[in-house]
């Protein structure tokens, strides 16, 4: 074939070819932590991407929309929501050498169903003012009651809680879970209760020395100029435990089993990997790159560096049954002070 005939093939290709079709996803995350990764993926590969944001109830509106469902992908927080994705069937298995090259194996799923693209450390926020340098390291040490009255704490029954919980269990089985739990219970300075900021502000406010909140908070609040001053009171510490690391959950990508657009979502995911990628997603959400060697915001960057707990996921999400039992039998959400 000469020049002429190649180009005259490859212009009719691009005239008579299939159009290329937009990916549609359907995602629990803020619109606008998601927006910028896909401008980049538009801006490279000329494919647009749609993005409805599901606050609540993604699982009921793929099983109502069946395989007429519009969305391509699904992207969520936390191994408990990509669970509830799988366990209802709503999506595919997508084999990809770039996705299981790129991500490590404890953080996608065995069964290549969803992808870790981010993570993030449940860790320990400390008060500047009334916690030393040194005085908690591990996750045990919560249990220690040396910290009784000093801990604030969500929700046992929170998604973050349960997973760490799970960790726990992973490493010191549900006995030893049942223990550390009731330990962490008696340290409480006052009744489960907000989210995860709220733990900070109770800190900053002198209600407690110390919280479990996720590393990507203060990234938020150091951003707000109502939440400044919350996180200008604490430090982060990164726990690990005492045979382990730092606990870590994930926001991942999953691909629907209806797909209309299946080529283009798995150009998509792949692209979520590259370290151009990595790097725009994880630093507008104040995560960590799931890709070895992408580059950290400085804002992350400073809170200091940390070794990832090495507990598969897959394994994590097996002990969330035995996790709820623990915390509903021991009444952790009715704690109350005497
Ligand atoms: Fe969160």
């Known amino acids: 074939m000469n020049l002429r005939n190649i180009l005259l093939a490859s212009t ?9 079709a937009d990916v549609n996803i359907y995602t629990t995350r803020q619109p606008e932590l998601i927006q910028p990764v896909m401008d980049a993926f538009t801006a490279e590969t000329g494919i647009g991407v749609n993005l409805s944001f599901v606050d609540d109830g993604i699982v009921e509106r793929l099983r109502a929309e069946g395989t007429r469902s519009p969305a391509d992908l699904v992207m969520t927080v936390d ?5 509830q994705i799988v366990d209802a069937g709503v999506v595919q298995p997508v084999e990809s050498d770039v996705l299981t090259s790129a991500i490590p194996a404890e953080l996608r799923s065995d069964d290549n169903l969803w992808f870790g693209l981010t993570t993030r450390a449940r860790v320990v926020y400390a008060s500047k003012e009334r916690v ?14 040396r910290w009784a009255g000093r801990i604030c704490s969500r929700s046992g029954l929170n998604n973050y809680n349960l997973a760490l919980l ?11 879970a049942r223990e550390w739990a009731a330990g962490l219970r ?7 209760e907000g989210n995860d900021r709220a733990q900070v502000r109770a800190i900053w406010a002198g209600e407690c020395d110390i919280s479990l909140t996720n590393t990507y908070y203060m990234g938020q609040m150091v951003n707000d100029p109502e939440q400044q001053a919350w996180a200008e009171s604490v430090r982060i510490i990164f726990p690990t435990f005492e045979d382990g690391g730092t606990h870590v959950n994930v926001s991942g990508v999953a691909m629907t ?32 790159p799931v890709l070895e060697g992408a580059a950290l915001s400085d804002l ?16 994590l ?10 915390m509903e039998e021991g009444n952790f959400d009715g704690y109350s002070r005497r």
């Not at 030393?132 to 009651?145: F, I, N, S």
């Not at 799970?166 to 030893?176: L, R, Y």
């Not at 990832?308 to 996921?313: A, G, H, R, T």
Request: glycine share 4%.
């Open 79 to 83: 191994i408990a929501n990509l669970m």
């Open 186 to 192: 008696e340290n409480l300075a006052r009744r489960p």
């Open 257 to 288: 089993t209806s797909a209309p657009n299946r080529d283009e979502a798995l150009q998509l995911m792949e692209f979520l990997v590259s370290p151009a990628a990595q790097q725009i997603y994880a630093e507008t959400n104040y995560e960590y």
């Open 132 to 145: 030393a340098d040194g005085e908690v390291t591990t996750y045990e040490d919560l249990a220690d009651e």
């Open 12 to 20: 009719c290709a691009a005239i008579a070819g299939p159009a290329i």
């Open 300 to 315: 992350v960057a400073s809170w200091g560096e940390f070794t990832p707990d090495d507990v598969d996921l897959n394994e």
């Open 317 to 326: 999400a097996s002990h969330r049954p035995a996790s709820v039992r623990i």
């Open 166 to 176: 799970s960790a726990v269990i992973a490493h010191k089985g549900e006995d030893g």
